[in-house]
Nanobody, 115 residues
Framework: QVQLVESGGGLVQPGGSLRLSCAAS????????MGWYRQAPGKEREWVAG???????KYADSVKGRFTISRDNAKKTLYLQMNSLKPEDTAVYYC?????????WGQGTQVTVSS
């Protein structure tokens, strides 16, 4: 199995930036997809961004141009650089690892955008 631990969340003012990290441990297969999801209070969890082992990235329309997903395979770490944050970005952010039948989630990190 793969264990995931997110960090980097916090309170930031509108227009500010944060960088989330997701450290993975365990057996990481060379072919995999990792992604970031978020869940706001009272809403369903939604996909935010994804990256394949070939570094192909995709983004939800709501974050395109503001968020950047990246990965450091040597460090087994996934990142999400979030710029121009808006109050509607407030949510618990989760990272996910998928490879064949293996599907792992982190415990989440809170991001609050407020003045």
């Amino acid at each position: 199995q793969v264990q995931l631990v997110e960090s980097g969340g916090g309170l930031v003012q509108p227009g500010g930036s944060l960088r989330l990290s997701c450290a993975a441990s365990g057996t990481i297969f060379s072919i995999n997809t990792m992604g970031w999801y978020r869940q706001a209070p009272g809403k369903e969890r939604e996909w935010v961004a994804g990256i394949t082992s070939l570094d192909i990235t995709k983004y939800a329309d709501s974050v395109k141009g503001r968020f950047t997903i990246s990965r450091d395979n040597a460090k087994k770490t996934l990142y999400l650089q979030m710029n121009s944050l808006k109050p509607e970005d407030t949510a618990v952010y989760y990272c996910r690892y998928s490879s064949g039948p293996v599907d792992s989630w982190g415990q989440g990190t809170q991001v609050t955008v407020s003045s």
